[in-house]
């Protein structure tokens, strides 16, 4: 095989979320590929720590600050991230929030807060991303953090889920869009994967060896962030609009039901839809 294709020398890479979780992981491994990396957080020192690493590397690098749910910041984002790495090749969204609640008693503001924090937001980023590569001409990857929930249902967990789901349709639509462009979009729906906010704890682990997931652990971080190595890079220079699932054979397993949800919200660990 061609090692070169999954080598991104001299490309830029725009990472929101790159702070910490899966967002830090894929930051780190663009940069091990030889990829320049702006790492953009709502917080500031975890940006700067991140970026500090990528430029250990030896990659060009830049801390960002900045809040992708307030519009106003998002053009800004994309135009900082430029200016420090000279272009934009590649995107990474993984900014994400699950919440929990019957839909009959779901207020209207988590339903929004949902669609916002999850669909609303990349494809603000995105536009500006896609703006930016159109303008120079250059071909470019953008992958986002969808979720297994979003490929299917569980109780009490709709928005979220409807939010995850609205993401996979719209990587469809901006990998239709831009194609011409030599733009691809592309997803991956994560299942249960242990990091900083959902951590790996001995319950969680044994809950989950007793549960759906077939390969009978959480994934890691690390993991999620090879699949969007993959998505951006080369390997995958036929692929586009669609959602990689990466959740140890959940999907391949979920004809044998879905996770309950106990009556005070919080989904069953055993399967931990992300």
């Known amino acids: 095989m061609d090692t070169s294709l999954f080598q991104l020398e001299g490309k830029s890479a725009l990472v929101v ?53 307030d519009d106003d910041q998002v053009p800004r984002i994309v135009e900082r991230a430029e200016a420090a790495l000279g272009g934009l090749d590649v995107l990474v969204a993984t900014v994400g929030q699950a919440s929990f609640a019957p839909l009959v008693d779901m207020k209207p503001e988590q339903w929004d807060r949902d669609q916002h924090f999850n669909l609303r937001y990349f494809f603000l980023i995105a ?13 470019g990857a953008m992958t986002c953090v969808s979720s297994v929930a979003g490929l299917q249902s569980a109780p009490n ?17 901006m990998a239709v869009e831009w194609a011409p462009h030599h733009i691809r979009v592309n997803a991956i729906a994560p ?4 990091t900083p906010r ?44 669609t959602t990689l ?6 999907m391949a397993a979920s004809i044998l039901g879905v996770p309950s949800v106990p009556d005070g919200g919080k989904l069953d660990a055993t399967a931990g839809l992300t």
């Open 17 to 69: 979320g790159g702070g910490q979780g899966m967002g830090e992981a894929t930051a780190r491994l663009l940069a091990q590929v030889g990829c320049g990396v702006a790492v953009a957080d709502i917080k500031g020192g975890s940006a700067e720590r991140v970026a500090a690493e990528v430029a250990d590397m030896g990659q060009p690098s830049a801390p960002i600050v900045g809040d992708v749910l």
């Open 157 to 173: 967990h709709a928005s979220y889920g409807v939010a995850k789901a609205g993401l996979v349709n719209l990587v469809r639509s």
């Open 127 to 139: 536009r500006e991303a896609a703006r930016s590569m159109i303008a120079r001409g250059t071909p």
């Open 191 to 194: 299942g249960s994967i242990a």
């Open 198 to 241: 959902i951590p790996a704890t001995p319950e969680r682990q044994e809950r989950t060896r007793e549960g759906l997931i077939p390969t009978k652990r959480l994934g890691t971080v690390d993991e999620v962030a090879k699949a969007a190595l993959f998505l951006v890079s080369d390997l995958a220079s036929y692929v586009t609009g």
């Open 245 to 250: 699932a990466v959740g140890g054979g959940w």
